[in-house]
């Protein structure tokens, strides 16, 4: 089907994407359910990650990937996966393990494990030779609160181990790190995460709706948003274009700057 154009709206750049990636959670879907979600929203996701420690028990994983191949969506391993693996020193089999089943990005967190940040490092500058790789940063523990300070520091660690993109804590509750327990933005850990990278180098988890408007108001359409529930993803990108009330106004800003541009 030929999909209209008559809106004005604003442009979204083709994959493979370097701003504005729609990052999936995965939390154990059928490959019947892979397939409806891709055949719905293919051409809006860019990265798909197979939660927590769902990829090492989904009996339909080697059919899973290769449906998201054919899409051209990288797949990624959940980093709590790789932090028991770390936690059981089996951090290198977990790579091995990735690599032969066919995923393309592994995710590098320490919001679980007690893992030092020298090791965090250590694993990242490994794993970035074989995979791209995706840190976090963040615990997973609402009593646990890092400092702007320290989120600014991380975030520029990992990236300078060899991460390709941080992820900004939020869990799939969107309740604890980059929010309070009423789900609302920390502005200031927001600020603090993109001092330590640019913002086509940070991903928010966003799993909320509210949360995902207030990032596009504030960032546009081309703002990294993570841990995005499958049936979202053909949503958020109406989000992402102003074809909701929560965000009409950025295709009304898109409009009017462009008819400035003609004027």
């Known amino acids: 089907m030929i999909l209209p154009t008559f809106l004005t709206l604003p442009e979204r750049q083709a994959k493979p994407r370097t701003a ?44 899973k990937l290769a449906l998201l191949a054919e899409a051209d969506i990288r797949a990624c391993i959940g ?45 990242i500058a490994r794993a970035s030779a074989r995979f791209l790789v995706l840190s976090e940063v963040g ?13 600014t520091c991380e975030v520029e660690e990992d ?3 060899g991460a390709s993109w941080v992820i900004t804590e939020g869990r799939e509750s969107g309740t604890v790190g980059l929010f309070r327990a009423d789900g609302s933005v920390r502005e200031d850990i927001v600020a603090a995460a993109l001092r330590g990278g640019s913002l086509d180098r940070v991903l928010f988890e966003t799993p909320r709706k509210d949360q995902q408007a207030w990032f596009i108001r504030e960032f546009g359409p081309d703002v990294n948003l993570a841990n995005i529930a499958l049936d979202d993803a053909l949503a958020l990108e ?7 009330a929560d965000t009409c106004d950025v295709s009304t800003r898109h409009m009017n700057s462009m008819r400035q541009m003609n004027a």
Request: contains cysteine.
């Open 139 to 151: 615990s997973k523990d609402p009593h646990e609160d890092l400092s702007p300070q320290d989120w």
């Open 79 to 123: 980093g709590t996966l790789m932090e028991i693996a770390w936690a059981q020193d089996k951090a290198d089999e977990c790579l091995d393990w990735a690599a032969e089943a066919g995923f393309s990005c592994v995710e590098i967190s320490r919001g679980v494990a007690p893992m030092p940040l020298e090791d965090k490092h250590e694993l």
């Open 238 to 244: 109406t989000l992402r274009l102003g074809l909701r």
């Open 159 to 161: 990236l300078a181990a």
């Open 20 to 63: 504005g990636l729609t990052h999936l959670l995965d939390k154990g879907a059928s490959a019947a359910a892979t397939e409806s979600v891709l055949a719905a929203a293919a051409a809006h996701i860019d990265i798909w990650k197979f939660g927590w420690g769902t990829a090492y028990v989904d009996t339909n994983l080697a059919t």
